[in-house]
T-cell receptor, first 116, second 113 residues
Framework: DSGVTQTPKHLITATGQRVTLRCSPR?????VYWYQQSLDQGLQFLIQ???????AKGNILERFSAQQFPDLHSELNLSSLELGDSALYFC???????????????FGSGTRLTVV | DAKTTQPTSMDCAEGRAANLPCNHS???????VYWYRQIHSQGPQYIIH???NNETNEMASLIITEDRKSSTLILPHATLRDTAVYYC??????????????FGQGTILTVHP
């Protein structure tokens, strides 16, 4: 157990639908990162939040959005789903500041999204 | 962040040392070298990181060349459970600003019995 909790582990939904993926960071970590991993794309950075505020944005589609709540958990919302959105979605957390940040990220076990 | 180059795949016999190379010729002075691995669709796992000195922990050793343009991750006694994709990443860690981790294609390490 890495300390980063992602739910659900698996999700099957139809095209056009909307889903929400949830991530609880490791205790004490202020930064949350979302990554998408599809078969042909590798690990793609989507977005980062630090203490409730968006800090960095990667290749995140306009149909996708995220937020980090006061208790530091984060949600990734995916809407108008397409077949190509089928992928593993990973959340990672890091201290976000100070000397502990140097140790990089801790990843969760991911949510496998299948769009049918 | 500096770009890294890794071999696409490598093989290693169980019990032998696995040496995974990485080139990062454009690395800047405030960039650290990180190694992560991903075992079959699990979340990537941190292995080790370093700036310019060689580093060792319970999982692996990291050897960084003096000019910092390349590094080698060493798994001293590879086991079948070390079969994974290994990612070498350089990350800006200047001052209090730490950049995101950008993953390349990595090296697929296969450990054989």
């Amino acid at each position: 157990d890495s300390g980063v909790t992602q739910t659900p582990k698996h999700l099957i939904t139809a095209t056009g639908q909307r889903v929400t993926l949830r991530c609880s960071p490791r205790s004490g970590d202020l930064s949350v990162y979302w990554y998408q991993q599809s078969l042909d794309q590798g690990l793609q950075f989507l977005i980062q939040y630090y203490n409730g505020e968006e800090r960095a944005k990667g290749n995140i589609l306009e149909r996708f959005s995220a937020q980090q709540f006061p208790d530091l958990h984060s949600e990734l919302n995916l809407s108008s789903l397409e077949l190509g959105d089928s992928a593993l979605y990973f959340c990672a957390s890091s201290a976000g500041h100070g000397t502990k940040e140097i140790y990089g990220y801790t990843f969760g076990s991911g949510t496998r999204l299948t769009v049918v | 962040d500096a770009k890294t180059t890794q071999p696409t795949s490598m093989d290693c016999a169980e019990g032998r040392a696995a040496n995974l190379p990485c080139n990062h010729s454009t690395i800047s002075g405030n960039e650290y070298v990180y190694w992560y691995r991903q075992i079959h669709s699990q979340g990537p796992q941190y292995i080790i990181h370093g700036l310019k000195n060689n580093e060792t922990n319970e999982m692996a050793s990291l050897i960084i060349t003096e000019d910092r343009k390349s590094s080698t991750l060493i798994l001293p006694h590879a086991t079948l459970r070390d079969t994974a994709v290994y990612y070498c990443i350089v990350r800006n860690a200047g001052g209090t600003s730490y950049g995101k981790l950008t993953f390349g294609q990595g090296t697929i390490l296969t450990v054989h019995p």
